[in-house]
Every structure is written in C-alpha cells, then in structure tokens.
C-alpha cells in the first residue's frame, strides 16, 4: 500500500489509496513518519472526519428534502419524546451538520436507557435469557431508572451511580432481593458499556464501595402459617382434592407429594414418567422443563423451556409407593398425549393450578397459599422427618442444603402438638407440681 524511495524513510501513499490507509502502517514505520514530519496528522484526521460524516449522511441521504417554505428538512427520531420529528434549517449544509451532531450524539454517548436496551436485546439473541427474563429486566429497569435512565452514559460518573442506588433503596423501600435485582440490571448495563468502550472505569469497584447495609432494607416478616399448610390445613385441603378429583386437583396432590415448582408441573410429559424402575417397582418422575411466560401485545402467553429453574432443578423424584394411583389416574384421563395435564385439547398452564389452589384454600377454611407454599410444606415435612441431607436437596432440586434449611424449613405444627411436646420433655417434670 506504501512505497519507499531509494534508501530513504520517506513515504507516500501508493497510487489508488487514500492518505487515510497510513493507519495500516506498523508501529514502528507510524512512529518514525510522524516523528519526521512526512506524515501530518491534522491532516489525516481531517480527511478521517470527512469519511465519517459522508458515511453518516449516506445513511440519511433518502430522508432530506426541500420543502415549499425553502428550508431543507428530514424527519428523526426524538429519544427524550420518544417520537420521530422534523428538523429543518436554511441551508442544506447546515442540516447535515445537525444530522451528523445527532447521530454521534447517539452512537457515540447514547442514553443509560439505550445501553440496556442493547445489553438485555444482545443476551437475548445470544440465548444467555429467556423472553420472560427479559421482559422482567425490563420491569425493573422501568420501574427505578425512569428519570436516571435519560441521562447520557459518557456524562455520568461512578459517583453518579453510586448515589443513585443508595437512594433507591430508601425510596423504593427495597428488599434485600430487590436491591440484589436492582445490582443484577445495573451491572449488566454498566459492563456491557464498558464493553462498548462508552466507560473506562471499574464497574466491579462501583459495587464494592456501595455504603448498602442489610439493615437497610426493607424487612418482610412472614408467619409460619401464611409459608406452610400445617397439619390439619394439610388434612383439610387433601380431604377436599380426594372429594373433588378432577385433572386439576390431581394435579395440586401431586405437588404435595413431590414438592415440584408448579411450572415443572405443568411442563410434565407422559415420558417423564418411570414406573418399576430397575424392576424394583420404583415410581420416579423426571423434571427436565418447566413452564415460561412473556407478554406479547399486552397478553401473557405460556411456553415450554427445555430446562427447569437451575442446573440442580434437572433431578428424579421419587413417589412414594401408596400415592402412585394419583398418576395412574392422570393416565387414564390423558394417556394419549404429550403432555399430563391436558383438558379440551390444550395444555393447563400454571396460572390454572394457582386458581384453583387459592380456591381450595377457601372452601377449607385455609389461610390462602399459593403453590409455592406447597413446595415449602414438602420439604418442611422432609427435614421435620429427618430425612438425609442429599436426599432432601435431590428431591427439592436445591444446590445445597442451606437453601432448603434457611428459606423452606418451617414450623407446622399446631399449638396442641407443641403443647403435647413440651409435656412430654422429662427434664421439665421435676418442675412440675
């Protein structure tokens, strides 16, 4: 691209190449150039800058026209109306000016809103999330970034963000989990920015030296009875699914017996069923998929992903041998077709099993629960019964035990049981008259 005269450093441009192509010389050669005056870097510069803006305005080019009134016009996008409008001046130079102004303003310092937009649509693309995840990134963007979101990355500093989250957490009277959803949504923006070379600073340091304390958050002090049905709600409300056997509240007693997430529930195919296992009449249930939701034009719509909450949520459940008759009716109702839970053709998605639930919960005088509770009683009823630790986390599709101890285990028994309980300690007998 370059030639060389005689023994001599001095360069110029081969024929046919713009002065531009300099940038591809190596370090070495660029250095001594410059060093020596034979190349002017104004000048390349400018000639850098005029490729630009013809790049930029050829991208344009078809929406400029002249009206009636002489002024030269061509219709934008408006980021802070959010609606496309006119922008005119006298001179048609003058207009490519305020194009190409526009256009660096948004390619080269875009909105905190448009670099997350970016980040969640690129994830998306890539599969690392699913349509429901981002439309809830998305919530949570809407719901704290609603003035903050408008400002311009390049103009903002870590203080900046820093701030913003330490009032956040006060006005939005957060939870520790909003605040963790809240750090999810930042940290993604900000490193896919950093990505992007929009920012040169350490977004990891910017979390590190939040002054956010677990004190701070909002506390939620939920009682045992509105977390676990307890022993007589439990008698009450199986009594109730026995006497009213239908596809759905075949369904809820299947939960209580197996402690699955009700989108594993409802995403159940007839394959993920094993009966005598190994030839030792076994009953295991495979969770391999769960159900997922996602609005299009306002409406929930409910799919089918092909993997369940977390890597640990991939598990057998074992059915204890007397509760095997719940699936042998299912069978009989829905045995040729895909999926277990089926009526009129079309598969019951999770919001049909929540329904009903809530529904039971007041025809048996219950406090109302929703599915998860019943998720929650199962494994209360596994550790309450000393149930192995690997055997209650593969169960429960739980990574450890931790989770299951400090946010599933909890207290069911009725005021008459401890009651029975405490009477029959012996070491308190002495004390008693």
């Known amino acids: 691209m370059f030639e060389w005269k005689g023994g001599t450093r001095n360069c110029r441009p081969a024929k046919g190449y713009p002065s531009s192509s300099l940038l591809f010389m190596n370090n070495d050669d660029l250095k001594y150039a410059i060093e020596n005056g034979i190349i002017d870097l104004s000048h390349i510069q400018e000639n850098i800058e005029m490729s630009r803006r013809k790049d930029i305005l050829e991208q344009y080019e078809a929406g400029i026209w002249k009206a009636s009134d002489g002024y030269w016009k061509i219709r934008i996008y408006d980021e802070e109306s959010n609606k496309r409008k006119i922008v005119k001046r006298r001179d048609r130079e003058d207009l490519e000016d305020e194009i190409v102004r526009i256009h660096k303003q948004k390619v080269e310092n875009p909105m905190l809103s448009e670099v997350f937009t970016e980040w969640i649509d690129r994830r998306l693309e890539l599969k690392k999330i699913s349509l429901s995840t981002r439309q809830r990134y998305q919530q949570i963007f809407d719901r704290h970034f609603k003035e903050f979101g408008q400002e311009r990355i390049r103009d903002l500093e870590p203080e900046d963000f820093t701030s913003f989250l330490e009032e956040q957490t006060a006005e939005c009277d957060l939870t520790a989990k909003g605040f963790s959803n809240l750090k999810t949504v930042t940290r993604g923006t900000l490193k ?242």
């Not at 599915?371 to 009823?381: E, F, G, L, N």
Request: aromatic share 10%.
């Open 192 to 433: 896919w920015a950093k990505r992007k070379k929009l920012i040169d600073w350490s977004t990891e340091e910017l979390f590190y030296d939040l002054d956010v304390s677990d004190r701070e958050f909002k506390k939620v002090i939920k009682e045992d009875s509105q977390e676990v049905f307890s022993d007589a709600e439990m008698s009450r409300m199986v009594d109730y699914l026995k006497d009213n056997l239908d596809i759905v509240n075949l369904g809820i007693l299947l939960m209580f017996i197996t402690g699955m997430r009700v989108g594993e529930l409802a995403a159940l195919r007839w394959e993920d069923w094993i009966y005598n296992s190994a030839g030792r009449n076994v009953s295991i249930i495979k969770i391999r998929r769960t159900e997922t939701r996602y609005k299009v034009d306002n409406k929930t719509v409910y799919g089918i992903k092909e993997f369940p909450k977390s890597e640990a949520g991939v598990r057998n459940i074992v059915i204890p041998q007397g509760c095997v008759w719940i699936i042998q009716k299912l069978r009989n109702m829905t045995a040729f077709n895909e999926y277990m839970f089926v009526r009129d053709g079309k598969r019951l998605n999770t919001c049909t099993f929540r329904k009903r639930l809530y529904r039971a919960c007041e025809k048996t005088n219950c406090v109302k629960k929703s599915p998860h509770k019943i998720r929650k009683t199962y494994c209360t009823i596994l550790l309450d019964h000393s149930i192995d630790n690997q055997m209650v986390i593969s169960q429960m599709g739980h990574a450890d035990i931790k989770c299951s101890e400090s946010f599933y285990h909890r207290d069911r028994k009725t005021l008459a049981r401890k009651q029975e309980i405490m009477d029959n300690i012996q070491e308190f007998s002495s004390i008693a008259k």
